[in-house]
């Protein structure tokens, strides 16, 4: 069975903050790995990582894919209370109509 | 602006109705899909649809139903053979043109379902 598994579950962190949330995945046929952040209603897409090693980055946020360890992590530098959402992390696999495949996401709580 | 619509944002169902949501876009996306969140998990694919009057049944198709009869539409049905229904539905839409054959999905704003 597909399993896509995030940790922490939670976390709670001050303004100023270094965070990272990691992502490790257990599929067949892995094709992509893809971050969502999660407010109230839409998730909103953040990085689509096909390839080992490279780094991605969009402002204070970043992501980076090892396909030999199966893990992802996202980061975010100097948080914001802004950065409060869940985000989730999702797989595509190969074929069968680019469904994804969710973790349970991570809540992140950023406090001034 | 393109985009998805989901309506209604809440919905109320009474034991053994059948509620239908809907789901609009009008990015021109070929595939369209519903998933399930419950509190504290992730998203559950319910039925996915890559066009046009085909769909496919995904983890938890049990106790839903689907058409789709055009390509900006993909109404979900919540039948009363679902016998746990309450939780937040999504609707995305992507298109496989594009560098790679894929583009991430884009998601509607959802509907929370309640039963009375």
């Known amino acids: 069975e597909d399993k896509v598994v995030q940790s922490p579950l939670s976390l709670v962190v001050h303004e100023g903050d270094t965070v990272t949330l990691n992502c490790s995945y257990e599929v067949t046929n892995f094709r992509s790995l893809l971050w969502y952040k999660q407010e109230k209603k839409a998730p909103t897409f953040l990085f689509m990582l096909?390839?080992?090693?490279i780094e991605k980055k969009s402002g204070r946020l970043s992501s980076i894919l090892d396909k030999k360890e199966l893990f992802s992590i996202l980061n975010i530098t100097a948080t914001q209370t802004g950065d409060s959402a869940v985000y989730l992390c999702a797989v595509i696999l190969t074929g069968g109509g680019n469904k994804l495949t969710f973790g349970t996401g991570t809540q992140l709580k950023v406090e001034l | 602006d393109g985009g998805i619509t989901q309506s209604p944002k809440y919905l109320f169902r009474k034991e053994g109705q059948n509620v239908t949501l809907s789901c609009e876009q009008n990015?021109?996306?070929?595939?369209m899909y519903w998933y399930r969140q419950d509190p504290g998990q992730g998203l559950r694919l319910i039925y996915y649809?890559?066009?046009?009057?085909?769909?496919q049944k995904g983890d938890i198709a049990e106790g839903y139903s689907v058409s789709r009869e055009k390509k900006e539409s993909f109404p979900l049905t919540v039948t009363s053979a679902q016998k746990n229904p309450t939780a937040f539905y999504l609707c995305a839409s992507s298109s496989d043109r594009g560098p790679g054959g894929y583009q991430p999905q884009h998601f509607g704003d959802g509907t929370r379902l309640s039963i009375l």
């Open positions: 990015l021109n996306h070929d595939a």
């Open positions: 096909t390839s080992s090693g």
């Open positions: 649809s890559q066009i046009v009057n085909d769909f």
